[in-house]
């Protein structure tokens, strides 16, 4: 273990402060990735693998670049329908 000191923040607070953050253009992210930090994807899946044979379709780096793939992608097209809303 490292010696590195937590904080612990309520998830509605992190949502607010990424709101506000992101528009004042001080940060990229949003309110939508908290959730992934709550929950995010990190497992030992040796058992799923070795004792139940259950076979993978992702590691954990294709997992994460398909989530950042995707979150793009839903970005993109939510700028588009703002674009034509306008």
Known sequence: MTNRKSLTVPAAV???AL??????GSTEHGPERVAFLQ????L???RLRE???VPLRYTSREA???YLLAR????SVAAGRRSLEA
């Open 39 to 42: 929950y995010r994807p990190v």
């Open 51 to 53: 004792e139940l044979g």
């Open 14 to 16: 992190l949502k607010f």
């Open 44 to 46: 030992d899946n040796r």
């Open 64 to 66: 994460l670049e398909a």
């Open 19 to 24: 709101r506000i953050g992101r528009a004042w």
């Open 72 to 75: 793009a992608e839903e970005d």
